[in-house]
């Protein structure tokens, strides 16, 4: 084999390595955002709602034959994970994931998005793994387009068609975090 195409290929498998290893991101460390604490203060120091945080909406064909439409949930707290089944963060807090759906906590809805996979892999994998909280097919991407993120996992709070809070990247505790995300939208 040449030595210039040798060199091409361990430079994209080594590149590959990093990508795959650091979290299917573009960092290391998750980020989390509060969507609503920026320029949209009020003067009487309630949010606004921003036009900018406006949840795009979707419908999605779920794993089991359902359907998920976005605008259905706008008086619920609705978690969206973008995950796909070769993202090794993504794989990790899923278990976390399901604890918090298994809690069947009222107002909370919650749903996965599988990004641009086909769907026997996805169907091959929620099969071997046991998950029943509902996941969409997103083969073509055009739901992850709607919400462009620097990586995955990727997820979204939305209350009243607004996006409230975004994590990127696995959190050190997904469950706590995730569920006190929960708790604090419903309060709101």
Not at 1 to 15: E, R, T, Y
Not at 75 to 87: H, I, K, Q, R, S
């Amino acid at each position: 084999m040449n030595k210039k195409i040798l060199a091409a290929v361990i430079a994209v498998l080594i590149a590959a390595a990093v990508i795959f290893t650091s979290g299917c991101g573009k960092s290391d460390a998750p980020e989390t955002t509060d969507a609503n604490t920026s320029a949209a203060q009020q003067a009487d120091g309630t949010d606004a709602a921003a036009p900018e945080n406006a949840a795009p909406d979707f419908t999605a064909t779920l794993t089991n034959g359902g359907a998920f439409t976005l605008s259905e949930h706008k008086d619920e707290v609705v978690m969206l994970n973008f995950w796909a089944t070769w993202c090794s963060p993504c794989v990790a807090e899923l278990p976390e994931i399901q604890r918090l759906v298994d809690e069947k906590i009222e107002g909370f809805t919650f749903l996965a998005v599988d990004c641009a996979e086909d769907r026997a892999t996805v169907d091959r994998f929620l099969q071997e793994k046991g998950y029943t909280f509902s996941v969409a097919y997103d083969e073509d991407n055009a739901i992850g387009a709607l919400y462009p993120t620097d990586g995955i996992p990727y997820t979204v709070f939305i209350k009243n068609g607004v996006i409230e809070k975004t994590f990127l990247g696995r959190p050190e505790d997904p469950y706590t975090e995730y569920k006190a995300a929960v708790e604090e939208l419903l309060a709101k």
